[in-house]
């Protein structure tokens, strides 16, 4: 790779773009729009480097451009790199020209994390040897430096923006609907073709039969699909009076009911990874066992605190509209729910929530973050709180038996926490505060 390259972005993916590229005694230059950058000790001094914002010089005058997954290839400067022949990739592109590894990769608006971790835990316990890398784990370049039988990728929309030839043996698409519309000026159909590239050069292409999103461009003879979905597909659900089955070729194998699954959304996320694993052909028997001992990881649906019959549940990987919609429908049954929404909500048409709260009479919501009068204006019956602290200490006056205090935003979390993770931490912290004050 003798070009004049450039790394833009410097998180944990522009930082592991740096340390492969110097394993191979390249010398990129880097820049990062922020001043002091997280990871600003970990360049070396010999490495050109701009901070502050970006460089029109540099950036025309590369041969190839490493961008991070967090900026926009509809950056102006970019398009302007681009149209002058400059090739932009990201760091999965970069990994996929080393990659020898068989690669299973995992995308979808939602789920995607649930999804990867339980391939992951499934293929571990039939002893393969795996490591999980991409939106989640490893960033994809460290991957390289483990021999392994299958890497498991979970991919976001932003990174599969940059990829042009990712060779993938199994890929899946969970489900698709309306998110990061901030990033995407022609809407969800410019959304949905990003999320579309993992079939590309896919062996086997796993999709929900039920989300026509989903459905691959172009169906090709050396390719096989498999399909899921709650209600099409080879792996579907059957409901039967209280239960729900998980069922092959309406089959049943898997009363969901006797897991410890938690919704829906998660019962078809076990679809997908069952998909998966009969590909690989692995026990039934290990599978299901795995899927039915599976727990929520934190901040989907996370139990966090009970006390006096009244529930508080850390939703914070909630990020958009479906998910937010996902948890209610999981809780309908609840007496009331107490509901704390907002953050920054990335141009999504927070009106469709409005539609499922209204035809609800157990949801009170108070709304918090940049998005609060938006949220006010288009359901008036909300309580307006600047803060999730404001907002639990209102609550917590008012909950009753029975009652769920849910955490699930439908919003990014960027304009008061570091990110999701770091909302829902902040959540646990001031629910036991509160509850056990000192």
């Known amino acids: ?16 773009c740096l340390n492969f590229l110097l394993k191979k005694n390249i ?4 820049m990062d729009i922020s001043n002091y950058p997280k990871f600003i000790k970990k360049i070396p001094s010999y490495v050109p480097c701009h901070l502050g914002y970006f460089k029109k010089d540099w950036i025309l ?5 490493i961008l991070s997954p967090g900026i926009s290839i509809f950056n102006n400067l970019l398009l302007e790199a681009k149209k002058k022949g400059i090739e932009i990739i990201g760091d999965i592109e970069l990994f996929a020209r080393y990659n020898k590894t068989p690669v299973i990769a995992i995308t979808g608006t939602n789920g995607k994390s649930t999804v990867t971790n339980m391939i992951g835990k499934i293929m571990k316990k039939n002893n393969f040897n795996v490591s999980i890398g991409g939106n989640i784990g490893y960033p994809v370049l460290d991957l390289l430096s483990f021999v392994r039988d299958f890497y498991i990728l979970e991919i976001s929309s932003f990174q599969l923006e940059t990829i042009k030839k990712l060779d993938v043996y199994i890929a899946v698409i969970l489900n698709i609907s309306e998110d990061h519309m901030d990033r995407y000026p022609l809407g969800i159909q410019q959304y949905r073709n990003f999320k579309l590239h993992i079939y590309k050069h896919a062996s086997i292409c796993i999709y929900n039969a039920d989300n026509i999103l989903c459905y691959p461009k172009y169906f090709k003879k050396k390719k096989k699909y498999i399909t899921f979905g709650e209600f099409s597909g080879k792996y579907t659900l059957c409901y039967n009076k209280k239960d729900v089955y998980l069922q092959i070729n309406h089959q049943k194998i898997l009363n969901f009911n006797k897991t410890k699954l938690i919704g829906i959304h998660n019962y078809l996320n076990a679809l997908a990874v069952l998909a998966v694993t009969d590909v690989l052909k692995i026990s039934k028997k290990i599978s299901l066992q795995q899927i039915s001992n599976y727990l929520n990881m934190d901040h989907i649906l996370q139990i966090i605190h009970i006390e006096n019959g009244v529930t508080w549940i850390n939703d914070s990987k909630s990020t958009n509209i479906s998910s937010t919609k996902a948890a209610l429908k999981y809780l309908h049954k609840k007496k009331r729910i107490w ?4 953050g920054y909500d990335k141009n999504c048409k927070l009106y ?7 035809k609800k ?11 609060r009068k938006k949220i006010l204006s288009i359901y008036p019956k909300a309580k ?3 803060t999730i602290h404001q907002g639990i200490e209102q609550i917590i006056k008012l909950v009753e038996y029975g009652d769920v205090v849910l955490l699930s935003p439908a919003c990014s979390s960027i304009d008061q926490f570091k990110n999701f993770k770091h909302r829902g931490q902040e959540f646990v912290r001031l629910v036991k505060k509160f509850h056990n004050p000192k």
Do not use: H, R
């Open 61 to 65: 005058n590369s041969q190839l451009i």
């Open 1 to 16: 790779m003798n070009k004049k390259i450039l790394i833009i972005g410097l998180g944990l993916t522009g930082i592991s």
């Open 339 to 342: 509901l704390l929404l907002g």
């Open 352 to 358: 469709l929530l409005k539609k499922y709260l209204q």
């Open 361 to 371: 009479n157990n949801i009170n919501v108070y709304c918090f973050g940049v998005l």
């Open 384 to 386: 307006i709180v600047k």
């Open 27 to 30: 010398i990129p230059s880097v």
